[in-house]
């Protein structure tokens, strides 16, 4: 269930990057003028291509370079899992950096550059902003110092029998 739900969501933005340059490479060859009206050159606004919109591109037909790098990261994934025999250590890591992405560093940066132009963020939006960042910092550091969950004392200090 793991690998069929959940690989595909973290592979794919991954990958992104390298489909999206693959779909321009597709683009710019089959419309070469329609490519560069899409992109807002000046040249091409008055083409043909001009109502061109991201819809109407070509599909990649060989997706060559995306579909490399999905088996690079696959095969490397499959060798990391022969080498590595636990996941503890990893587990601790892993949920350090996802507090400081999820928690601090993306909602700071949604909400301090996506906004309205006409309407930038006050003030108290942004010490809001900040604070929730340096939380998130301090909360990763944390993360990395404490790696230890002390199962045993807290199944003997739990209220709640198991």
């Known amino acids: 269930v793991v690998i069929l739900g959940v690989y595909p969501i973290m592979i794919a933005p991954m990958v992104a990057p390298i489909t999206v340059m693959e779909a321009k490479m597709a683009a710019a060859s089959a419309y070469p003028l329609g490519y560069a009206a899409l992109n807002g050159e000046e040249e091409a606004r008055d083409s043909r291509f001009s109502r061109l919109s991201h819809s109407d591109l070509p599909p990649v037909k060989r997706p060559i ?66 604070c929730l960042f340096v939380f998130g910092i301090i909360m990763s550091a944390l993360g990395f110092v404490y790696t230890e969950n002390n199962a045993d004392e807290l199944s003997r200090e739990c209220l709640i029998e198991a």
Not at 65 to 79: F, Q
Not at 108 to 125: E, N, W, Y
């Open 65 to 130: 370079y995306s579909t490399a790098a999905t088996i690079v990261i696959i095969l490397s994934a499959t060798g990391a899992a022969f080498k590595i025999d636990s996941l503890g250590m990893l587990n601790v890591v892993n949920g350090a950096f996802s507090v400081i992405m999820f928690v601090a560093f993306c909602p700071f940066l949604i909400g301090l550059f996506l906004h309205d132009p006409d309407k930038p963020p006050s003030q108290r939006l942004k010490v809001a902003l900040y």
